[in-house]
C-alpha cells in the first residue's frame, strides 16, 4: 500500500485526490493546513506529497524546504493554478518531483502519482550485495556468488565513493539498473535523489526536454517552463539506461554537461550548474556504434571514466541455483503460493538452458511456472512451454555461415530453383527479426522503426514464422523489481 499525503487549503481538491486514491491500493491522507500536513508527513513518512503552494498558513515552498531538512527521498509534486508562477519553478529547482496545474486532471494526476511512488521505492530500497545480513521486504539483492559476480561486487565497491562518471555495459536482462542503484546506495550522494531514465523509451522528440527542461514557447506544446531531470536531481544521481539509443543532439547536450558541469534548457540561454552524478548503461557494442558514426567517440570517453562489464547468465555457473531460490521466495510471498523447489530434472532443463533473456528472463519464466503450479516442487513440464519457444525463437538466431549460404546456393541451383532469393530471404527472415526485437526489448513499434517497415507488416512477419511477441523476447515490465 502506497501512502500519500495532500496539503491543500480546498476541500473539494482534497476529496477529489481521495478519490483518485482509494483503499486498499493507497493510503491517503488530507491536510487544509501547511501545519497539519506537516504533522501528517512526519507521522506517516508517505511515499509521496502533493504540495498546494498558497496556504492559509505559510507557502508551500516554506513546506517544501522543511520537507527536505527531514527526508531527501520523499518525491513532492506541487499543485497551482498559476502554470507561470516563479515560486514552483523555483521549487523544482530545488529537487521538487515535479507541479501540476489546477484544475487537476485524472489520468495526467494517476500516471505522475504512481510514477513517483515507484522512483521514491527505488531510491529507499537499498541494493544488498550478496553475503551481506539480510535487510527488510523492500531490499534488491544482487544475487550470486560466481568469480564473474565477486568481481563486480569488488568494483562496486571501489567506484560507489569516488564522484566519477560510471558505465555499465551487459546484454538486457542482467540487472545493470541494480548494479546502478548499488553505486548510488553506497555513494556519498545517497541521501540525494536517484533517478532512472530509459532512453529508447523516450521518443527522441522529448527526451532532450525531459532531460534538460525547457522555456515557455521553446517549441510547439510548451505552454510554461519546465525543469528538467538533471536540475530536479541537484545533488543526487541520474541513471541513464540504454544510452545507445540516444540521439546526436542529445548526445552533445550531455557531453557538455559532464565537460563543464552545466547546460542551458532548451529554447533559453541561461547557463545551468549541475550538481549530479551520471551513470550510464547501455546492451550494444558502442565502439561498432561509434565506427559507424552513431555514438560520438568523445562522450563514449567522457561516460567510460570507470566500466563494470556484468556477466551473462550463462557465464555464472551455481549462480542459477541462488537466483531460483531467491525468485521463488520473492514469488511466492507476491503470487500466496507455496513452492519450495524444483525437481533435479527441471533443474538439469534450466541449467542446460542459455537463457538469452538473462535475469529477467529466468524471473519471468519462474513467474509463470509458479501460476501454474499445483505441487510443492516444479516440474520439468512446468518450463517447458516457456523454454521451447525461446528455444525455438533461439535456433532462429544462426551466425551467418558463409559455407551454409554456398550450400544453400548450390543445393538450390540443382533442383532447378528460380526463387533463391525469396528461399534465401524466408530463411533468415527470423532472425533478423528477433534480433531486432531483443535489442529494442519487445518494443514493437521500435523495432517497425529500425526495420524500415510499419507495425502491421511486422506482427505479420511474426505471425507468420510462428515468432510470438510476447515469448521473443519474453515481455516485462519496468516495474517488475531486481532486473533490469
Known sequence: MATIVAIDDELCILEFLRQAFPEPEYAFFGAVSLREGLS???????????????????????????????????PTIFMTGHGTTNTAIEAMSLGAYEYLLKPLEFDPLKVLVDRAIADARVMRSRSRLDGEPPGDDTDD???????????????????APKDVAVLILGESGTGKELIARAIYHYSRRAQGPFLAINCAAIPETLLESELFGHEKGAFTGADHKRIGKFEQCSGGTIFLDEIGDMPPLTQAKVL????????????????????VRLIAATNRDLKAMIDANKFRIDLYYRLNGFTIRLPPLRERGDDLDLLIQHFLKRLNKELGTDVRGVT???????KNYRWPGN??????????????????????ESFLPYLQESTRSRSAERHFDSEELERFVRAGIEAGSARLYHEWLAKNEPALLL?????VEGNLSQAARCLGIDRATLRSKMRSYGLRPDRAPIEHSRNTPATN
Open 40 to 74: 501528517l508527513i512526519e507521522e506517516k513518512q508517505p511515499d509521496v506529497v502533493l504540495l498546494d503552494l498558497d496556504l492559509p498558513d505559510g507557502s508551500g515552498l516554506e513546506g517544501f524546504r522543511r520537507i527536505r531538512e527531514w527526508n531527501l527521498k520523499t
Open 141 to 159: 539483492a544482487l544475487v550470486g556468488r560466481s568469480p564473474a559476480m565477486q568481481e563486480v561486487y569488488k568494483l562496486v565497491g571501489r567506484i
Open 256 to 275: 557538455r554537461l559532464l565537460e563543464t558541469r552545466s547546460f542551458e534548457r532548451v529554447g533559453g540561454n541561461q547557463t545551468i550548474r549541475a550538481d
Open 344 to 350: 533435479p530434472d527441471a533443474l538439469d532443463l534450466l
Open 359 to 380: 535475469v529477467r528472463e529466468l524471473q519471468n519464466v519462474l513467474r509463470q511456472a509458479l501460476l501454474q503450479a499445483t505441487a510443492p516442487l516444479l516440474q520439468r
Open 435 to 439: 534480433a531486432v526485437l531483443r535489442q
